[in-house]
T-cell receptor, first 110, second 114 residues
Framework: QQQVKQSPQSLIVQKGGISIINCAYE??????FPWYQQFPGKGPALLIA?????SEKKEGRFTISFNKSAKQFSLHIMDSQPGDSATYFC?????????FGAGTRLTVKP | DTGVSQDPRHKITKRGQNVTFRCDPI?????LYWYRQTLGQGPEFLTY????????KSRLLSDRFSAERPKGSFSTLEIQRTEQGDSAMYLC????????????FGQGTRLTVV
C-alpha cells in the first residue's frame, strides 16, 4: 500500500522560477518528514526535513510547508537553478520505519 | 570518505545465479537499512538492522533474499536464484540510533539479471 503519495511525477521549470512538489501521507503516527534529492547513478541525499510541531522550515532556497491537519507537506525550491535538476523524494517516518513517495523528476531549463 | 559504502556498484548476473552485495555503514551508526529502488519509483524498504539484530523484514521480501550484519558492522544482502524481476538498484542506508534522524544512503548496487 502506498502510504506516501507524491505529485507531480515530473516538473519542468524555467531558471529562476519556483518549483513546488507536494506529498500526502496516511499514517498519523509518522513524526519526521524528510525530502531527499537524487542524481542519476547516486543514492538519495537528505535535502531538508521537518517535524510536525512546526508548519514551515526554510534552509536557503529550500522550504518545507507542513499541514498536519491535512496530512500534507510540500517542498518549494525558490530561484530554481539548472543544477537543481534531479529527482526529489518525499518521505515520512517514525523511528526506523521510513516510507518514500514515488519521486518527482525536476528539470530546470536555463 | 566516511559515508556509506556499497560494493559492487554494478552487477550483471544470469538468471538463477546467486549474488551478494556488501554495505559498510557510517561507523558510529547503529541502524542499517536495505532498500530496493526500481526505475521511476522511490526506495522500497527491504529490511532493518539495529546493531547485529535484524528487527524488521518486509513482507514483500521473498525467501530468496537474506541479509546479515555480523558484529553490527558491515552488512551483506544475498539474493539466491535470481530472477529478472530482481533487477533494481539496491540501496543501503545507516543512521544513529537516537530518535528520528537523517538516514545516509550509499550510492547503491545496480543489479541486472539477464
Amino acid at each position: 500500500q502506498q502510504q506516501v503519495k507524491q505529485s507531480p511525477q515530473s516538473l519542468i521549470v524555467q531558471k529562476g522560477g519556483i518549483s513546488i512538489i507536494n506529498c500526502a501521507y496516511e499514517n498519523t503516527a509518522f513524526d519526521y518528514f524528510p525530502w531527499y534529492q537524487q542524481f542519476p547513478g547516486k543514492g538519495p541525499a537528505l535535502l531538508i526535513a521537518i517535524r510536525p510541531d512546526v508548519s514551515e522550515k526554510k534552509e536557503g532556497r529550500f522550504t518545507i510547508s507542513f499541514n498536519k491537519s491535512a496530512k500534507q507537506f510540500s517542498l518549494h525550491i525558490m530561484d530554481s537553478q539548472p543544477g537543481d535538476s534531479a529527482t526529489y523524494f518525499c518521505a515520512a517516518s517514525r523511528g526506523y520505519d521510513m516510507r518514500f513517495g514515488a519521486g518527482t523528476r525536476l528539470t530546470v531549463k536555463p | 570518505d566516511t559515508g556509506v559504502s556499497q560494493d559492487p556498484r554494478h552487477k550483471i548476473t544470469k538468471r538463477g545465479q546467486n549474488v551478494t552485495f556488501r554495505c559498510d555503514p557510517i561507523s558510529e551508526h547503529n541502524r542499517l537499512y536495505w532498500y530496493r529502488q526500481t526505475l521511476g519509483q522511490g526506495p522500497e524498504f527491504l529490511t532493518y538492522f539495529q546493531n547485529e539484530a535484524q528487527l524488521e523484514k518486509s513482507r514483500l521480501l521473498s525467501d530468496r533474499f537474506s541479509a546479515e550484519r555480523p558484529k553490527g558492522s558491515f552488512s551483506t544482502l544475498e539474493i539466491q536464484r535470481t530472477e529478472q524481476g530482481d533487477s533494481a538498484m539496491y540501496l543501503c542506508a545507516s543512521s544513529p540510533l537516537t530518535g528520528n534522524t537523517e538516514a545516509f544512503f550509499g550510492q547503491g548496487t545496480r543489479l541486472t539479471v539477464v
